[in-house]
């Protein structure tokens, strides 16, 4: 990873925009970048509904946020990536849910 391209900074808290679901990673081998490619989380009904009234053109394809990166901006992203999540967030001790900064409420089954 080249070293103008390390970030070690502490990461400010997330202001949370949208959701993901499905993600998937690419290559583009004519710009020679990583792709990642990020969908909204969708009910499966509303995906059945969706497959349906697609027209042959694709016009109503859904929402995608799509990054490029060139390889070196990948690497860096992905070694960052490998450090915070290595890091965690504590965990609730009766759910085993992570505790998020802001608190945690988990319900115990059966109760």
């Known amino acids: 990873t080249p070293l103008e391209l390390v970030d070690n900074d502490q990461l400010e808290a997330v202001q949370e925009q949208f959701r993901t679901g499905a993600m998937s990673l690419g290559w583009d081998p004519t710009t020679a970048q990583v792709l990642l490619e990020a969908y909204p989380i969708t009910d499966v009904d509303a995906d059945a509904d969706a ?42 001790p009766l759910c085993g849910y992570p505790i998020d900064a802001d608190g945690h409420t988990c319900t115990l089954p059966g109760l």
């Not at 490029?68 to 992203?77: D, H, L």
């Open 51 to 92: 497959d349906e009234s697609l027209d042959e053109d694709g016009a109503n394809e859904p929402e995608m946020l799509l990054v490029r990166m060139p390889v070196g901006t990948a690497r860096a992203f992905a070694k960052r990536t490998r450090e915070i999540v290595g890091a965690g967030r504590p965990t609730c």
